[in-house]
């Protein structure tokens, strides 16, 4: 069973960038689509952006712009880069895997923005 792990998480003032990596513990099957999203305490979980393994993107309205998902497939890795953060983006951000297998999720990385 593929597994994956996020990095990249951590405190980072308004205003300021975050790049999320999340790495399949081995070679994906094709086709796939990753996805990053974020859970607010107290809310439910939100799509923040997918991207299949041809490199179709697919983003939440709120999202675009500020927000960029891309992926490295010979490294079996998605990257979310996150600029101009703002506080209502403080949250847990997972991603996830989706293939003819089935679904799975990482374990999350908290994504704290605060000055």
């Known amino acids: 069973q593929v597994q994956l792990v996020e990095s990249g998480g951590g405190l980072v003032q308004p205003g300021g960038s975050l790049r999320l990596s999340c790495a399949a513990s081995r070679s994906i099957s094709s086709p796939n689509t990753m996805g990053w999203y974020r859970q607010i305490p107290g809310n439910e979980r939100e799509l923040v952006a997918r991207i299949s393994s041809g490199g179709i993107t697919n983003y939440a309205d709120s999202m675009k712009g500020r927000f960029t998902i891309s992926r490295d497939n010979t490294k079996n890795t998605v990257y979310l880069q996150m600029n101009n953060l703002e506080s209502e983006d403080t949250a847990v951000y997972s991603c996830?895997?989706?293939?003819?297998?089935?679904?799975?999720w990482g374990q999350g990385t908290q994504v704290t923005v605060s000055s």
């Open positions: 996830d895997l989706r293939n003819r297998f089935g679904e799975y």
